[in-house]
C-alpha cells in the first residue's frame, strides 16, 4: 500500500534543480534519498535530533538549547554535519504572530520558516532570503497530528514527504524522510523538526487544558 498516495493522491517525488545555496550541500543528491530522524532519548532541552541515512550512518546531529533573552525563551537549534561542524542555527522569532524560524549561517539570515496564520488547513512555507521570490520556494502541508505530510514545490510538485514511525520509546520521535533528487535535504528537515517541535508545544498544551 502507498500509504502517502492514499492520502495525497499523486505524490511521486519529483526531482529538481539544485538551489544555488543549499543548506547542506553533501545532502543535495542527483538521486532520491531517505533519512531517518530520530529524537535522542538522553537530551536536557527534549530538542535534540540524529538523523541516519539508509545505511545507518549519521549525516547530521541537531543540537537544541533554549534561551533566556531578557524575559523571552528563545527556541534555538544547532544544525551539525557528519563532522561535527555547525553549518547553521534555526531560530525561532521572538516578535512573530505565529510560528516562524529564521535560519542562520555564519550570522547571515538565509532562510526562514513561517506557518501559515490564514489556510483553513495549516501549512509551513520555507524561503530562501535573497532569490528574488517572493513565494515560498516550498510548503508543507498534509495530516499534521498524524505527522504524515508532503512537501511540494511552488508548482504544486512533491519534493519530499515525511512520516512518523511507531513510538518505541514514549515521547521519543522518529520520522521517515524522503527527499527527491536535487532537493536540499537539510531544509526539509529543519521543516520537518520546527513542525515536530510546534505540534509538540499544541499536544502539551491540550493535555494541560483538558
Not at 43 to 68: L, P, Y
Not at 167 to 195: L, N, S
Request: hydrophobic fraction near 35%.
Amino acid at each position: 500500500m502507498n500509504l502517502f498516495g492514499d492520502l495525497f493522491g499523486d505524490t511521486t517525488l519529483k526531482p529538481q534543480k539544485p538551489h544555488d545555496r543549499p543548506l547542506l550541500r553533501p545532502l543535495v543528491k542527483d538521486h532520491a534519498a531517505s533519512y531517518i530522524l530520530q529524537e535522542k532519548m538522553l537530551s536536557f532541552s527534549g530538542e535534540d535530533f540524529c538523523v541516519r541515512d539508509i545505511h545507518g550512518d549519521t549525516v547530521m546531529q541537531i543540537d537544541g538549547a533554549n534561551v533566556n533573552v531578557g524575559g523571552w525563551v528563545l527556541d534555538k537549534l544547532g544544525f551539525k554535519d557528519s563532522s561535527g561542524h555547525k553549518f547553521c542555527s534555526v531560530e525561532r522569532r521572538i516578535l512573530a504572530t505565529t510560528t516562524c524560524y529564521d535560519i542562520y549561517v555564519e550570522g547571515e539570515c538565509v532562510a526562514k520558516i513561517d506557518r501559515e496564520m490564514f489556510s483553513l488547513a495549516p501549512e509551513y512555507k520555507f524561503f530562501y532570503e535573497g532569490d528574488a521570490n517572493p513565494f515560498p520556494d516550498f510548503k508543507a502541508e498534509g495530516s499534521f497530528s498524524t505527522r504524515s505530510y508532503s512537501f511540494k514545490n511552488g508548482f504544486g510538485q512533491t519534493i519530499a514527504r515525511s512520516s512518523r514511525g511507531e513510538e518505541i520509546v514514549k515521547d521519543v520521535d522518529q520520522y521517515t524522510i524522503e527527499v527527491a533528487a536535487g532537493v536540499d535535504a537539510a531544509a526539509i528537515i529543519a521543516c520537518a523538526v520546527v513542525i515536530d517541535e510546534d505540534h509538540d508545544e499544541e499536544d502539551a498544551k491540550r493535555e494541560r487544558e483538558s
